[in-house]
């Protein structure tokens, strides 16, 4: 198997992490079809992260997300339902190309691309659709965001839409005040008024210092020039 392209080698923070709501949880059913879930197949699926489409075959997570970057499943449009045909919803991951960083609290992610479905032949993003990373610095305290995130169940994977706001941002990282819990990690942070990925969630603490964190991504260089090779400009 082809080594991954790594920007660094620093991994491994642990899948099980607590929930952390911030003050109420308003989580609801979310039935967007370009989130889903990475998992490592060959390990029984024993650790799994979120993981959105930004392009035809790319995808954005978190970085200590990386050993479990072995294959992407996607949901159907009703209310995050597996697939009547879950293959047609599968994408290996390329592992000759991947590009992750995980250092610190802001900069912490992974991009990715995906191969077409061994089924279809098709590539994920002509199917589920992407959304469009915001690389220039764009959000301020109190911008309206949104966060859909995968959450395992007794069934299987369900998708969970957080809706909250920027509490403030430093350097790299957006604090924000999103609902999330175990799965959550590498779940693309929404501006809600414009749809385009602003931050990537890595790290809970609502419930103990009343915020939670993500990668800021334009103020991340590294970050913003692995999606426009990815995405090829």
């Not at 997300?65 to 994408?91: K, W």
């Not at 290996?92 to 590009?99: L, N, P, Y």
Request: proline share 4%; net charge neutral.
């Amino acid at each position: 198997m082809p080594v991954p392209t790594l920007l660094s080698a620093s991994l491994l923070l642990s899948m099980n992490q607590p929930l952390s709501i911030c003050s109420q949880d308003d989580r609801s059913p979310s039935r967007v079809s370009m989130t889903g879930v990475v998992s490592d197949v060959k390990n029984g699926n024993q650790g799994y992260c979120t993981l959105t489409l930004v392009g035809d075959a790319c995808a954005v997570t978190a970085g200590h997300c990386l050993h479990v970057l072995g294959e992407a499943e996607f949901f159907t449009d009703s209310a995050g339902q597996p697939p009547q045909m879950p293959e047609t919803y599968r994408y290996t991951v390329d592992k000759s190309w991947i590009r992750a960083l995980q250092t610190r609290i802001g900069n912490d992610w992974s991009v990715v691309r995906l191969k077409p479905n061994s089924v279809t032949g098709l590539l994920a993003g002509k199917v589920h659709g992407f959304v469009e990373a915001q690389l220039s610095p764009s959000v301020g305290s109190d911008t309206a965001l949104e966060l859909h995130a995968v959450r395992k169940t007794s069934q299987g994977y369900e998708l969970l839409r957080s809706n909250g706001n920027v509490l403030w941002t430093e350097s790299s990282i957006i604090f924000h005040d999103l609902d999330t819990g175990a799965g959550s990690s590498g779940a693309l942070i929404l501006d809600s008024a414009t749809g385009r990925a602003v931050g990537i969630h890595t790290h809970g603490g609502c419930d103990t210092m009343k915020n939670n964190k993500a990668t800021y991504i334009a103020n991340v260089p590294k970050l913003v020039s692995a999606i426009k090779e990815c995405r090829g400009y």
